[in-house]
Structures are given as C-alpha cells and as structure tokens.
C-alpha cells in the first residue's frame, strides 16, 4: 500500500505510474465495497471545499456525494459566494481554507491558479478542472477502460478534435500507463507542444506511443477506445461558430469508427452536444460507456480524497 497522505493531485505528471495504478485499484475496490452494501466511511469528522469558478454537473454531484459516503462532509463554494469572486487573493484564501479544511477542490480557468492556491494551501488541492487539465476525469475514464477491457497496457486510444485539458490530460494518464495515443485535431486547436512533449517522454519510459495528427482517420485506426470531447469548452462559447467550422472534419460517426477495432468503447467525459462533436449513433450506440465513465466520477475520487485525506 502506498501512502499518499498530503499529496495535492494537480496532473498526472506529479504521480508515478505505480501510484496511479495505486489509485485505479482503490477506485474499484471502493466501488465494490458500495456495491456490495458496504459502509466505509475513513474520512469521518473530515471536510473538502469545492470551489467553483465554472459550472458542473458530474464533478460537484461527484465530490459532494463520495464525501458523504466516505463519512466527511463537503461544502460547494461558489466563485460569486465566496470573496475570491471580490478580488480576495488566491494566496490569502488558500491560507484561511487550510485552517478550517482538510482539503480542497478547485475548478478554475487559469491552470496556475491551481498552482497557486496549491503552493499556499497547507492541506492537498485537487484539481477540478483547469484550462489546461482535467485529472480527476481521467483518473475515472482509466478506470473504466480497465472495467471494460480489462487491461491498460498496449492499447490504444484515439483522442478526435479540440486539443484541450481533456486531451492534455489523457495524453499524459495514458503515456504513464502504457497506453498508445493519437490525438488528431484541425489547424490552430492542436494540444500545448509543450505537454504533447511532456507525454512522449514520459512514454518513452512506459512504452506507449504519443502521436499527434491531423488525420481523424489515421488517428482511429484499430483504436480500443474513442474519445471526443466538447468544440468549445467552458471560457471559449463566444468562439462557437467558428469552431463548428474549424472542427466540421472532426465528428465521431458512425463512418469514422469503422476504422476502430470493432469492440472499441466510446469515452466522452460529458456534457455532449450530440451532432456535433459525436452523432447521436455513436454516443448512444452498443459501444459507448458513457454513463459508467460518469458514474466512475464518483468511485475515482472516493479512492482520490481516501489516498490524499485519510
Ligand atoms: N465531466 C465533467 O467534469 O462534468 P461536469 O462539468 O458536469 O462536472
Ligand atoms: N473541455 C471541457 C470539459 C468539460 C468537463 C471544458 O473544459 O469545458
């Protein structure tokens, strides 16, 4: 067992591969436990703040229950209740939440406010999502790859459209975890280089294989798993239009898995715009786990504030 007590989990770069795998592990056992009926409640008496600066369904439902069910408590803190929303600093709130909390939970824009409120705060910061990375939703999409195909290493996923935080942090999650990746976005909306190098070296240690492409195609090609994920993410809805013009080559259908192994799963962290991103076909087609990838949300972090919290 490792310990991981105190430990802020910001991206998968900060986490070696056998922690992660550590992580994956408990997620399941965890969610076996719920199954199963059992109560497991280690983080009793302990309390997570969720700050808000952009919306949520899946990550606040997620993190409010699993804290409940592990015995703890959480408080959702939205940006406009909270005086961050008045111009209080980052540093100033991390310090104050540290001696009422034992941990925190941040969705922001800019990543460096994770970073930031990391560095201040005496207790771990979780990222909920940033501009540039979405751990905890990855900790639950490898979780449920590992539910569904029942191994990790060597297989392969493809990643189609905006080169985003989704992108960012699956190509990281899966060079640490030996899984292959093909990103394929259009012109202008490619992933950060500096993390698609991040990844290929971390690859190399891994044996995976990070390639970026413009071909969605090339990308899917005997794929295990398809990923696509929003045009505009949260922060760019004024960039819409032009997206749906940049992004019209890059729509999973039913026409382009067809080059994907033929029990491919279909990943999508959620929310969907069906039509454009991904055809209705697919996402509500016999391959796709959408729905126990956003119900692995809840396991993944349980086992995540279990390992950091308890
Ligand atoms: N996938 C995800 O993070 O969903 P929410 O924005 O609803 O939290
Ligand atoms: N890329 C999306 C993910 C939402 C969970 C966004 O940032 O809005």
């Given at each position: 067992?490792l ?5 802020d989990?910001?991206e998968?770069t ?5 922690e992660i ?8 056992d965890i969610?076996?436990?719920q199954k199963?009926?059992e109560v497991?409640?280690p983080?009793?008496?302990?309390t997570?703040g969720?700050i ?14 699993g804290?409940?069910?592990l015995?703890g ?5 939205s940006k406009n209740d909270i005086?961050?929303g008045?111009?209080e600093t ?8 540290s001696r ?8 922001t824009?800019?990543h460096?406010?994770?970073t930031?409120l990391?560095?201040y705060a005496?207790?771990?910061v979780i990222?909920g999502?940033s501009d ?9 999409d490898?979780?449920?790859v590992?539910e569904?195909?029942g191994?990790l290493?060597g ?12 992108a960012h ?7 640490k975890?030996?899984?292959h990746?093909s ?11 500096a993390?698609?190098?991040q990844?290929k070296s ?7 294989q990070?390639?970026?492409?413009r ?5 899917v ?9 929003v045009?505009a ?7 819409q239009?032009a ?10 259908n039913e ?5 994907a192994?033929?029990?491919y799963?279909?990943?999508h962290?959620?929310?969907?715009h069906?039509?454009?991103e991904v055809?209705?076909?697919v996402?509500?087609g016999?391959?796709?786990?959408i ?9 993944a972090q349980?086992a ?7």
């Amino acid at each position: 067992q490792l310990n991981l007590k105190g430990r802020d989990f910001i991206e998968f770069t900060d986490y070696s591969k056998e922690e992660i795998e550590y992580l994956l592990q408990l997620a399941i056992d965890i969610k076996k436990k719920q199954k199963s009926g059992e109560v497991y409640q280690p983080l009793k008496g302990k309390t997570i703040g969720l700050i808000f600066e952009k919306s949520s369904t899946r990550t606040r439902v997620s993190f409010e229950v699993g804290m409940f069910q592990l015995g703890g408590h959480a408080l959702f803190l939205s940006k406009n209740d909270i005086q961050i929303g008045r111009g209080e600093t980052i540093s100033d709130t991390a310090q104050v939440l540290s001696r009422y909390l034992d941990g925190i939970m941040i969705r922001t824009f800019a990543h460096s406010n994770v970073t930031e409120l990391a560095q201040y705060a005496d207790i771990p910061v979780i990222n909920g999502l940033s501009d540039d990375a979405h751990p905890c939703q990855v900790l639950a999409d490898f979780q449920t790859v590992l539910e569904h195909k029942g191994q990790l290493k060597g297989l392969k996923m493809a990643y189609i459209g905006d080169g985003n935080n989704m992108a960012h942090s699956l190509m990281l999650g899966a060079a640490k975890l030996g899984v292959h990746v093909s990103v394929a976005s259009p012109e202008g909306y490619e992933p950060n280089p500096a993390i698609v190098e991040q990844a290929k070296s971390i690859a190399q240690e891994t044996g995976s294989q990070v390639v970026v492409t413009r071909s969605p195609e090339e990308a899917v090609k005997d794929a295990d798993i398809i990923y696509t994920d929003v045009w505009a993410s949260m922060g760019f809805e004024e960039e819409q239009q032009a997206r749906e013009a940049a992004f019209s080559d890059y729509q999973v259908n039913e026409e382009l898995v067809k080059g994907a192994k033929k029990d491919y799963i279909f990943l999508h962290c959620l929310p969907a715009h069906r039509g454009e991103e991904v055809s209705e076909g697919v996402i509500d087609g016999p391959n796709s786990a959408i729905f126990d990838q956003a119900e692995n949300r809840l396991h993944a972090q349980k086992a995540l504030m279990t390992a950091l919290m308890g």
